[in-house]
């Protein structure tokens, strides 16, 4: 019951998506106050806010407000934004600054769409009794076809809603704020999860602590690093221009202020706090190859739907094909693609090179159709190029993901998507930039306009930074994950391998919580078996995992609840642990 009337509030975001904001270059134009590079880079505007702002929404959802208070916020913002973009549509002069006040709070509510509120919807699916990563991936599987099912209930709303633009500003401020009520109406049925912190903090406070240290001489011995468990000096990723992170983790040698004083004043980093932000930040190089491809992105909101409103959109008894409907097929093929598409981390960098190659014959597709359309021309001819948009963004997005996945540390891999969509957003304001370097291509509308030249310069721009991609995406690894997040495991077997108080040949014993219980793994090849009994009550907890391209992939989030259900709430780690390592 309280899912459905969660997911309500999906149905209203999915609406006001499609109805209005997906298509707002379209009232800009038709407004009459605004030529096309204008409204293209007011759009622009728009869009790459509201990705960039994903990440801070998700941040202090994370470390301050909890996802069900940033929830109620966002949309409270998104409602007051659309309200002002509806009073700002009913004026005839001088509405350019409410207008970019709603901008603004529309990209505030679009932010806390993706970052706490499907996150919160995870919530109300996973319960805490999971306890295996099987039951885990079904109930993510679950939560997704939900989630999936009342967004695209509200975009086939608003592909039939034949209503002007103030008409639809209206209808959305107001399906919003009843969606908004029946949200929390059911308050009392959810699971809420209290703020716990973000990873972003622990970046921060790397960054900051190897600034404060920046005149320390670099160790010469492992022990100058504080929690350093190698015998290593160079904090790994060893990358040259990243060492200056390692000075984070030095203990200083300072008389008035031994060791304890400094943990206890908090100026001390471990060492695998650096190798966790070091990783992150090497994921720089793959991100600047996606600057064109959001580019790319920004088209399929602004100049491939003006072209598509220049063109015939008569068909049988249909008098005009919307703009929505170019939109949902963009999308529909892109989720098609990843409702099929297998996992597959050796395939990562091949799929995102695949993505890059339907970017390119995206803008090749627009440039033939701009070049030889007529006036009679049907715009359905545009309907290549909003597909091979949506196989560049379910190969080239989903396939960023996965590959930030294998190469971070757990802590910070639920922020994959973020991170891609402040990426993207960044790409989105250089298009305002290269619009501004075409300029004499874009006249006041689409007849006036070149944009044949320009779709064409784009996709040359795609060939180049696809072999950018290529050479930069075969300067990673295969197995550049730490080993917080991944083990590999050799060909052997692992037979009972002891650790706890009374070990013997044939079991391991440790505390599980008060108790006592039996630990065994057993396992060859590519698979791995666990067994954790607890004695006091004979519950237990067993776990068969599978190593896809070598690599161990369960969680240890799912690892600990199951655990805890058992009984088991002070060893977890010494156990984790353990097991991590026996794959060396």
Known sequence: MEETIAFGLVTSHAFVEYAVVGVFIS??????????????????????LSTILKIVVAFVSDAYTGRFKMVVYSTVIYIVGLAILCIAA??????????????????IGKAGRRAPLQAFMADQVLPNEIISEEAEKHKTSHQSVWWNIFWFLGSIIALFSAASWKILCLISAIGMFAAWLCFLSGFAFYSCIKPTGSPLTKVFYVVKMAISKRQLRYPVFPSQFYKNHSDQIKISPAIPFFRWLDKAAIVEVVPICPQEQQEKEGKLCTVT?????KLLLTMIPMWTTFLVYSVVDSLGSTF???????????????????????LMMKSFTGFMLSYFYRRNNRHVRVMIGLGMMWS????????????????????LLLTPQFIFLGLMEGYATNGLEEFFDAHVSESTRNYGPHFTDCVLGVGKFMSIILISICKDWIGDDVESSHLDRYFGTIALLNVLNLIAFGFIASQYGDHDTSQMAYSKVEPQVIVDHSFGTNSSPEKSETQLGHGSGIVTITGSGTELNIHIINEEDERSYQLRTRYPGGRFRHSAKSFNRSFTAIGCETNQSQIWRRIKSCGG
């Open 27 to 48: 009232y800009l134009t038709q407004k009459g106050d605004h030529t096309l590079p204008i409204a293209a880079k007011i759009t622009n505007i728009q869009d790459g």
């Open 90 to 107: 009913w004026i005839p002069n001088n509405y350019m600054a409410l207008l970019w006040v709603a901008l603004l709070l529309v990209s």
């Open 273 to 277: 706090e650096v190798e966790e932000v």
């Open 304 to 326: 491939f739907l003006e072209q598509a409103k220049s063109m015939d959109g008569h068909i049988g008894i249909i008098e005009n094909i919307p703009e929505v409907f170019f």
């Open 360 to 379: 390119t014959l995206s803008c090749c597709a627009a440039t033939i159709v701009e070049h030889w359309k007529k006036d009679d021309s049907s715009a």
